[in-house]
Structure formats: C-alpha cells, structure tokens
C-alpha cells in the first residue's frame, strides 16, 4: 500500500506515544515534505519523577518533535489529566473534531483499539468518531497491545530509525522505561522489517483507507 497523503495528524494520548508508534515514519514523512502535525492529549505531569517541574514532559515534548522534523507550530498539546482521558470523551471528541475543521488532515494516526490503556483507547475510540471521513492507521505500542493487526508496513532507512531515538532521548524525564531503549527501538524496527523483507518498517494498523 503506497501512503500518497500529504496532511498528517498524529494522535498521541501523552507525550511520546507518538514518537514512540510512528517516529521512523514522521521522520520519513517530514523528509519527503508532507505536512505532519502532532497533538499530545495529556503531559502527564503526574507521572513525572518526584521534584521535576511540572512543565518537564511539555519542553520534552517540543524538543522530541523538533527533532523528527516537525514545525513548532504544528505541536498541540492538551492539558488532560493522566488516566483520566475516560472521564473527558466528549470533550476530547470535540477537540478531535475542531482539529479536522482546522487542519483538513487526509491521513490520522492514532492508537490502536487494542490498547489496554484507558487514555489510548480513549483516544482510539474518538478518533475513529471524529474522523469518520478520514483514512486512519494505528500505531503499535506492544507493551500495551492485547493483540495487533500486522496490516500496513512503512519501509524505512537506518537514518528515519536514528531520528526516532534522537527525539526519544529528548524524553529524559523517562529513561528508566525500558521502551526507550535504543537497542529495543532498532530491534523493533528490525522485526517488523523481515516481515516485509526490508531492513527497517513500522507497522499499523489499517482502521479506514480512503483512495
């Protein structure tokens, strides 16, 4: 399946997830020159190392972003609560659609409707609501992931992988997890790359294509 949108948004239920399901295929999308914008629904603040600023995952965020290429402007960051996204669907559905009133987005990247957190399946559920005339792909997280749907593959190059663990080094705050391992980020990249016979891919989910 060849990706021909050229307006992307990025879903992402906190900062991070983003880089995290789909950083080697912004990196590729923003090196190609498509127009990628990212919204992170919650900093979560409240998960943050005792004594850290509260502002710490924002400037995180900004930073992480910048390194994959993406213009500052392009960044929305919401003020949810952590864990807590359940309780504010309608208000988060109704972002969601301000969103594609105002950017016109023709591809969406969200979570996958697999995910066992109640923030990511929040905003799984909502995007799939607000972006019914949209072609939408989830993104894998597999320490979340009850089951994923091998579908679409994007190819990519060691240089989109290294940009993928530059912007999640920006996340300081979060070393201790053991995702944000560079060795776990290639080696991801790597399965999912010999299941298509390339050296490097991401892989999503296909919720709506839209030719």
Same mark, same amino acid.
């Given at each position: 399946?060849?990706?021909?949108?050229?307006?992307?948004?990025?879903?992402?239920?906190?900062?991070?997830?983003?880089?995290?399901?789909?950083?080697?295929?912004?990196?590729?999308?923003?090196?190609?020159?498509?127009?990628?914008?990212?919204?992170?629904?919650?900093?979560?603040?409240?998960?943050?190392?005792?004594?850290?600023?509260?502002?710490?995952?924002?400037?995180?965020?900004?930073?992480?972003?910048?390194?994959?290429?993406?213009?500052?402007?392009?960044?929305?960051?919401?003020?949810?609560?952590?864990?807590?996204?359940?309780?504010?669907?309608?208000?988060?559905?109704?972002?969601?659609?301000?969103?594609?009133?105002?950017?016109?987005?023709?591809?969406?990247?969200?979570?996958?409707?697999?995910?066992? @957190?109640? $923030?990511?399946?929040?905003? #799984?559920? +909502?995007?799939?609501?607000?972006?019914?005339?949209? =072609?939408? &792909?989830?993104? /894998?997280?597999?320490?979340?992931?009850?089951?994923?749907?091998?579908?679409?593959?994007?190819?990519?190059?060691?240089? @989109?992988? $290294?940009?993928?663990?530059? #912007?999640? +080094?920006?996340?300081?705050?979060?070393?201790?997890? =053991?995702? &944000?391992?560079? /060795?776990?980020?290639?080696?991801?990249?790597?399965?999912?790359?010999?299941?298509?016979?390339?050296?490097?891919?991401?892989?999503?989910?296909?919720?709506?294509?839209?030719?």
């Amino acid at each position: 399946m060849e990706i021909t949108k050229n307006k992307v948004l990025v879903l992402a239920p906190h900062t991070d997830d983003g880089e995290l399901g789909c950083g080697g295929t912004i990196a590729k999308f923003r090196e190609e020159g498509k127009d990628v914008y990212y919204a992170a629904f919650s900093s979560a603040k409240e998960s943050l190392p005792h004594g850290m600023p509260d502002n710490t995952l924002e400037l995180e965020v900004r930073e992480a972003t910048n390194r994959l290429g993406i213009p500052e402007d392009h960044l929305i960051i919401k003020p949810y609560t952590v864990r807590k996204l359940n309780y504010e669907r309608q208000n988060v559905l109704e972002d969601m659609v301000q969103m594609k009133k105002d950017l016109r987005p023709d591809l969406v990247f969200m979570p996958s409707p697999n995910d066992l @957190h109640q $923030d990511h399946y929040t905003v #799984a559920m +909502e995007c799939m609501r607000a972006f019914k005339e949209v =072609s939408i &792909l989830a993104y /894998e997280l597999p320490w979340n992931n009850i089951n994923f749907n091998t579908q679409a593959f994007v190819k990519l190059d060691k240089k @989109h992988i $290294d940009k993928k663990v530059h #912007a999640l +080094e920006a996340y300081e705050s979060q070393m201790k997890r =053991s995702y &944000l391992n560079k /060795e776990f980020i290639f080696s991801w990249a790597r399965t999912r790359g010999v299941q298509i016979k390339t050296t490097y891919a991401e892989t999503f989910e296909v919720i709506r294509w839209i030719i």
